[in-house]
C-alpha cells in the first residue's frame, strides 16, 4: 500500500474501506487458489486476477498516469506477500527455515507469479537478491499513502463482520484481536517505514510482539489440524464461493 502507484490503485478503485472483510477473503481466495487448488483452478484464478488489474488506470497524487499492470508496482506487490510470509513465519512459527527451504519457496514463488502475469524478469533471482531488493524499495520509493493509512485505521478500529453484531458487544468481542492484530502489523514493518507512516513504536511494544510471538510459536502444537493446516482446510470452505 504504500508504492505511491499501489496506493493510488486501491484509493481509487478498491472497496476495501466499505468491506474490509470481504477484502481479506478475496486475498485469502487468491493466495490459496493458487497454492492448493490445482493447475486448473490456479491458472483460472490467476487468468481473472490479471484481467481485473487489466481494467485499473488513473492518477496519481503527484500526477503520474498509472496502469495497474505497470511492471514495478504489479511485481512489488507479489514480492512483499512472500517476505511478509517468511518473516511472519519465522516470528510467530517457527524460526528454523533454512536456505535451502527459503531459495525452494522463492523459486516457487516466482513461478506462481507468472499466473498473474508477473514477469521472471521483474524480480530478483534468490532469496538474498529478494532482502536487497525490498530494502532498496523501502529506502527509495515507498511512501505514505492514503491506502496505507486506511490500513492502519481499519486494524485499529476494524468493523463488524456481522451486520448484527454492532455496538458494545462488538467492541468488547473485537479488542484482543483487534490489538494483536495492530501489534503484529505494525511490528513487521520495517523500521524506516513505520516511521515514515508516523507509528510510534518503543521498547514496550517490541517486548509485546515478542511476547505475542512466544505464545504463538507455544500454542501451534496445541491447534487443531484445520488451523495447522490453514491453506487446504480454508480451500475446503471456500470451494463452492472461490469460482463464483
Given at each position: 500500500?504504500?508504492?505511491?502507484?499501489?496506493?493510488?490503485?486501491?484509493?481509487?478503485?478498491?472497496?476495501?474501506?466499505?468491506?474490509?472483510?470481504?477484502?481479506?477473503?478475496?486475498?485469502?481466495?487468491?493466495?490459496?487458489?493458487?497454492?492448493?487448488?490445482?493447475?486448473?483452478?490456479?491458472?483460472?484464478?490467476?487468468?481473472?486476477?490479471?484481467?481485473?488489474?487489466?481494467?485499473?488506470?488513473?492518477?496519481?497524487?503527484?500526477?503520474?498516469?498509472?496502469?495497474?499492470?505497470?511492471?514495478?508496482?504489479?511485481?512489488?506487490?507479489?514480492?512483499?506477500?512472500?517476505?511478509?510470509?517468511?518473516?511472519?513465519?519465522?516470528?510467530?512459527?517457527?524460526?528454523?527455515?533454512?536456505?535451502?527451504?527459503?531459495?525452494?519457496?522463492?523459486?516457487?514463488w516466482r513461478r506462481m507469479g507468472r499466473l498473474v502475469g508477473v514477469r521472471y524478469e521483474d524480480l530478483p533471482e534468490s532469496w538474498p537478491e529478494l532482502l536487497a531488493y525490498f530494502d532498496e524499495m523501502v529506502r527509495t520509493r515507498l511512501e505514505d499513502t492514503e491506502a496505507a493509512q486506511d490500513v492502519i485505521a481499519s486494524l485499529r478500529d476494524p468493523t463488524s463482520p456481522l451486520p448484527w453484531l454492532r455496538g458494545p458487544i462488538w467492541r468488547a468481542l473485537r479488542?484482543?484481536?483487534?490489538?494483536?492484530?495492530?501489534?503484529?502489523?505494525?511490528?513487521?514493518?520495517?523500521?524506516?517505514?513505520?516511521?515514515?507512516?508516523?507509528?510510534?513504536?518503543?521498547?514496550?511494544?517490541?517486548?509485546?510482539?515478542?511476547?505475542?510471538?512466544?505464545?504463538?510459536?507455544?500454542?501451534?502444537?496445541?491447534?487443531?489440524?484445520?488451523?495447522?493446516?490453514?491453506?487446504?482446510?480454508?480451500?475446503?470452505?471456500?470451494?463452492?464461493?472461490?469460482?463464483?
Amino acid at each position: 500500500m504504500t508504492h505511491p502507484t499501489v496506493g493510488a490503485g486501491v484509493s481509487q478503485h478498491s472497496n476495501f474501506k466499505r468491506d474490509p472483510w470481504g477484502r481479506l477473503l478475496r486475498t485469502l481466495d487468491y493466495t490459496t487458489a493458487v497454492t492448493y487448488g490445482g493447475p486448473g483452478l490456479a491458472w483460472e484464478v490467476g487468468r481473472r486476477v490479471r484481467e481485473m488489474h487489466g481494467r485499473i488506470t488513473g492518477v496519481r497524487p503527484d500526477g503520474e498516469r498509472y496502469h495497474a499492470l505497470d511492471p514495478e508496482p504489479y511485481a512489488w506487490v507479489h514480492a512483499t506477500l512472500a517476505e511478509a510470509i517468511v518473516r511472519a513465519h519465522r516470528l510467530f512459527c517457527s524460526p528454523r527455515l533454512s536456505p535451502v527451504e527459503l531459495e525452494e519457496f522463492w523459486r516457487e514463488w516466482r513461478r506462481m507469479g507468472r499466473l498473474v502475469g508477473v514477469r521472471y524478469e521483474d524480480l530478483p533471482e534468490s532469496w538474498p537478491e529478494l532482502l536487497a531488493y525490498f530494502d532498496e524499495m523501502v529506502r527509495t520509493r515507498l511512501e505514505d499513502t492514503e491506502a496505507a493509512q486506511d490500513v492502519i485505521a481499519s486494524l485499529r478500529d476494524p468493523t463488524s463482520p456481522l451486520p448484527w453484531l454492532r455496538g458494545p458487544i462488538w467492541r468488547a468481542l473485537r479488542w484482543p484481536p483487534a490489538a494483536a492484530a495492530e501489534l503484529a502489523t505494525m511490528g513487521l514493518l520495517p523500521p524506516l517505514l513505520r516511521e515514515r507512516l508516523g507509528i510510534a513504536w518503543s521498547p514496550k511494544k517490541e517486548i509485546r510482539l515478542r511476547a505475542l510471538a512466544r505464545v504463538s510459536r507455544a500454542s501451534r502444537p496445541l491447534m487443531p489440524p484445520p488451523a495447522r493446516r490453514f491453506g487446504p482446510s480454508y480451500l475446503r470452505w471456500r470451494g463452492a464461493a472461490i469460482p463464483r
